[in-house]
């Protein structure tokens, strides 16, 4: 059964909604244009028809935040409540959130978001990493059943372990049910959120205001050409050309004292 009742659960969300938030603004403070550009596709951008810099910066933004938001809330909201909900302890084993004893079983966790978490390749780590987590087991001779376990925090699917995949999958109402034994509990959670993000909103929209505007003076003045038309080869160039493209290190200038 859940370890914390719903005054603590609500006190909890509202905390990792705080973490979340100031996760994100942060995030949005320290954006530099020249990664961002390096990592998003430019073709695409171009095909989009945008022809403003600030239309490119803010879809830039836009992409950036929708790419990223799922990991930050996944590490700033639903980890920690897994451990808070679960009575799981921090793992020392690589890739492990999280490990559950009952008196019969000994459960090795991690934690993902979703369903569309990760390539062939971040699978197969997975593998590996659980293999190594029942190793270490085996070596404490504990005398209980091992279990690995993949939870998904949103989402429907679900498989048991097998030859080829040695861990059990659980996302969405069977995953917080089976940390909770609660079946509602994956309602509670959005339900207990109540109106918490809606007060977080002016902040956020200030500090992507504030990006909007920063980026675009950066852009356009490292990436229009003279007439101010967007410099799309010098940004295709910096993004896949073989010659590497610096960001120019613009020199202090010094104040004069009065």
């Known amino acids: 059964m859940s ?5 603590e659960l609500e006190k909890l969300i509202r905390e990792k909604l705080d973490l979340f938030y100031t996760r994100r603004i942060q995030t949005l403070d320290g954006l530099d244009l020249w990664k961002t550009l390096k ?8 095909a989009f028809g ?35 909900v679960s009575g799981g302890v921090a793992a020392d084993i690589v890739g492990i959130d999280a490990i559950v ?3 019969t079983t000994y459960t090795v966790i991690q934690v993902k978001s979703g369903p569309n978490w990760g390539n062939a390749d971040q699978k197969r780590k997975l593998k590996d990493n659980f293999q190594a987590a029942r190793s270490n087991f085996l070596t404490k001779n504990i005398k209980k059943e091992f279990r690995a376990l993949l939870g998904q925090c949103y989402g429907r699917t679900a498989s048991n372990a097998s030859d080829k995949r040695p861990y059990i999958t659980q996302s969405g109402q069977a995953f917080w049910q089976e940390l909770t034994g609660d079946p509602d509990f994956y309602l509670k959670l959005i339900r207990l959120m109540k109106d918490y993000p809606l007060r977080h909103r002016p902040d956020y929209q200030e500090a992507f205001s504030r990006a909007v505007t920063k980026l675009t003076h950066e852009f356009i003045e490292y990436f229009t050409t003279s007439d101010y038309s967007v410099d799309w080869d010098k940004i295709v160039r910096l993004n896949s050309g073989r010659e590497q493209i610096k960001k120019p290190v613009k020199k202090k200038t010094k104040r004069r004292k009065t």
Do not use: M, W
Request: zero cysteines.
């Open 101 to 103: 004893e009952t008196a």
């Open 3 to 7: 370890l914390i009742n719903p005054e």
């Open 39 to 46: 990592r998003k596709n430019p073709y695409l951008f171009r």
């Open 50 to 84: 945008v022809i403003e810099p600030s239309e490119i910066v803010k879809e830039l933004l836009q992409a950036y935040v929708s790419s990223s938001d799922e990991g930050i809330f996944g590490g700033t909201f639903f980890e920690p409540i897994v451990h808070a």
